[in-house]
């Protein structure tokens, strides 16, 4: 099955911008969607953004406007560019996969089975 590896965290400033990549191995991912969670500590797990196997996106309220989820041309990178970023968007941020269109529609992380390890973002003021 698929397996997802996050990269391109790292340390900015209140402002700065930050691309993350999802690169997937072990073939393009099959399901419904791939998204885009973070987990700050203490904090609950949240959906971030979603692409659907057929093209569609959607984002989560709360950072809607600020983020662009995008696939790359070779199918087995996925893409979110952050912009005007803030503290509170410090967190661990996670690429995952489903094959559940319920849980693709409602970010909902339960419905993801495949998950990579995670790449830290921390926005400083």
């Known amino acids: 099955q698929v397996r997802l590896v996050e990269s391109g965290g790292g340390s900015v400033q209140t402002g700065g911008s930050l691309r993350l990549t999802c690169a997937a191995s072990g073939g393009t991912y099959s399901g419904s969607c791939m998204g885009w969670f973070r987990q700050a500590p203490g904090k609950e797990r949240e959906g971030l953004a979603a692409?659907?196997?057929?093209?569609?996106?959607r984002y989560a309220d709360s950072v809607q406007g600020r983020i662009y989820i995008s696939k790359g041309n070779a199918k087995n990178t996925l893409y979110l560019e952050m912009y005007s970023l803030k503290p509170e968007d410090t967190a661990m941020y996670y690429c995952?996969?489903?094959?559940?269109?319920?849980?693709?529609?409602?970010?909902?992380?339960?419905?993801?089975?495949?998950w990579g390890q995670g790449t830290q973002v921390t926005v400083s003021s």
């Open positions: 692409f659907d196997t057929d093209g569609t996106t």
């Open positions: 995952a996969a489903s094959d559940n269109m319920v849980a693709c529609g409602l970010l909902a992380d339960s419905g993801f089975g495949v």
